[in-house]
């Protein structure tokens, strides 16, 4: 058997979510193969085949490929994995990327996708949350493909190693003219990615505005170089950006300290952050659900606590 993972990159970097399939990936089979398609992308390349258990990386490249249109990377994918039985598993990261891509190439392929795995507990058998993670689901597959999303949060990222596998060319197929890539609109930030972060601070709605957000989260997560985030009340109040929620219908975060001040911890939240390594919690309602999870927990007003924890840092 061997496992073929979707690199996911900016054309330049490969990215964190790669790393964790990569591991999920060494657990499903004995042969790992990554793919990494783009458009002047072979420093990705080099970089995917220094990782420890990739025994080949493939490299497509071209224009078509740059922004990485669903429609065409499902059919570069599936130029190198159909009729070939070659791969018994296809993972990708469960990214916005990933899951646009996965259901596409799954479909053309004929069999059930398996979403958001957090275990693997043999080649065809996965455990997976369901219901925002209250329950998690034991999921057999008996198709000979495996099409699988991956939750970064369930595992460790495959580390460097000290010799390079071998970089073998693939021809790119031709845009599927299906879609076009119009533009976008990049937020610059000197804060680590929310997603990769290894600590974060989030606020919830009992900051009362966005200004108040600001002026009070903003000097923690500066003395500890954390990331920023919210919860899905406060960013529905307008209070922080969209790009900022955690939880289960925004960022799914696993980092080694999260504070959650003045957040209750509804369930699509705890759905989200609830496998951060260590979790504070800072609530002046003594039966808030976040502190069910929490490791720390403050009964206290936020507007006090927080800069009082700034002063001390």
């Known amino acids: 058997m061997t496992a073929l993972v979707i690199a996911e990159h900016d054309n330049q970097h490969l990215k964190n979510a790669t790393l964790n399939a990569l591991t999920a990936a060494s657990a499903c089979a004995p042969d790992v193969h990554v793919l990494v398609m783009g458009s002047a992308c072979a420093g990705v390349a080099a970089q995917a085949s220094t990782l420890v258990g990739v025994a080949k990386v493939i490299h497509a490249d071209s224009p078509s490929l740059a922004h990485f249109t669903a429609e065409t990377c499902a059919l570069q994918v599936l130029s190198l994995v159909k009729g070939s039985n070659a791969y018994s598993h296809i993972l990708f990261a469960s990214t916005a990327s990933g899951k646009n891509i996965a259901p596409r190439v799954a479909a053309l392929l004929d069999v059930a996708q398996i979403s958001d795995i957090t275990k693997v507990l043999s080649p065809d058998t996965f455990e997976r949350p369901i219901y925002a993670g209250n329950a998690i689901a034991t999921v057999q597959s008996l198709d000979s493909v495996k099409v699988i999303t991956v939750r970064t949060t369930g595992f460790d990222a495959a580390a460097n190693g000290a010799s390079s596998a071998p970089v073998e060319s693939l021809q ?9 890539f119009m ?20 606020g919830g709605r009992a900051l009362g505005s966005g200004e108040k957000f600001a002026e009070v989260l903003t000097p923690l997560a500066d003395k500890l170089g954390a990331a920023l985030g919210a919860s899905r009340a406060a960013v529905d109040a ?15 975060v696993a980092p080694e300290l999260y504070v959650a001040c003045g957040i209750s911890g509804a369930i699509q939240h705890l759905a989200g952050m609830k496998d951060s390594k260590v979790i504070v919690a800072i609530n002046k309602d003594p039966e808030a659900p976040i ?12 507007f006090q ?9």
């Open 305 to 313: 606590a927080v800069p009082e924890w700034v002063k001390l840092l």
């Open 172 to 180: 790119a197929v031709a845009d599927a003219a299906l879609s076009e």
């Open 291 to 302: 502190f069910s999870v929490a490791d720390y927990g403050l009964e206290a007003d936020l």
């Open 238 to 252: 307008g209070y922080a950006p969209n790009d900022w929620q955690v939880g289960q219908t925004g960022k799914i």
């Open 183 to 202: 533009g976008q609109e990049v937020a610059v930030s000197d804060r680590p990615e929310l997603t990769a972060a290894k600590v974060i601070v989030s």
